[in-house]
């Protein structure tokens, strides 16, 4: 079992709806991440949380919003997505983002747009 | 030119022989490289990290880095069926206050019987 628990594990939605992806994570990590990942592609960085201070890649849409309740939860906003947005999504932690550390990740969420 | 490059693949082997995952790098101030495991379908799973030139070894792995070619490698010996996956090389960079990697896109690897 991983220790980065994302929901749901899947998610059909259409092109007017508003979801969420939830990430938590137990480790005492203090960086935690969300990443997309299309088919036979290496993953996409979306945003980085790391001590109290959201990162964002420019790149990505305004669709996409994260929150970070507390330390330990990662979520993830979706609203007016496009089917190019159908993808897996990857959330990952680490014990930080000021040195190198390794990824745990969570088992994804696997989004399709209709 | 793409910053982490490794050939897409698949690379197939036999069981029990030595499969060798090359990955090429274009900033020469990365100092950090991870190797991560992918099941089809599955989530990455860290197998291990080199930061110094040569060879690390880790049970049936080895991580060999050369920085003056840009270079890392990941040699499995021996083999399994179960090490059928996508690996991914993983390079770091600092920026913005944070070491973040920049993944290449997977060497698929069959191992069959």
């Known amino acids: 079992d991983t220790e980065v628990t994302q929901t749901p594990k899947h998610l059909v939605m259409g092109m007017t709806n508003k979801k969420s992806l939830k990430c938590e994570q137990h480790?005492?990590?203090?960086?935690m991440y969300w990443y997309k990942q299309k088919a036979k592609k290496p993953p996409e960085l979306m945003f980085v949380?790391?001590?109290?201070?959201?990162?964002i890649n420019e790149s990505v849409p305004s669709r996409f919003s994260p929150e970070c309740p507390n330390s330990s939860l990662l979520n993830l906003h979706l609203h007016a997505l496009q089917p190019e947005d159908s993808a897996l999504y990857l959330c990952?932690?680490?014990?930080?983002?000021?040195?190198?550390?390794?990824?745990?990740f969570g088992s994804g969420t696997r989004l399709t747009v209709v | 030119q793409k910053e982490v490059e490794q050939n897409s693949g698949p690379l197939s082997v036999p069981e029990g022989a030595i499969a060798s995952l090359n990955c090429t790098y274009s900033?020469?101030?990365?100092?950090?490289f991870f190797w991560y495991r992918q099941y089809s379908g599955k989530s990455p799973e860290l197998i291990m990290s080199i930061y110094s030139n040569g060879d690390k070894e880790d049970g049936r792995f080895t991580a060999q880095l050369n920085k003056a070619s840009q270079y890392v490698s990941l040699l499995i010996r021996d083999s399994q069926p179960s090490d059928s996956a996508t690996y991914l090389c993983a390079v770091y960079r600092h920026t913005g206050g944070s070491y973040i990697p920049t993944f290449g896109r997977g060497t698929s690897l069959i191992v069959h019987p």
């Open positions: 900033d020469r101030v990365s100092q950090s």
């Open positions: 480790m005492g990590h203090r960086a």
């Open positions: 949380y790391s001590y109290e201070k959201l990162s």
């Open positions: 990952a932690s680490s014990q930080g983002a000021r040195e190198v550390y390794g990824y745990t």
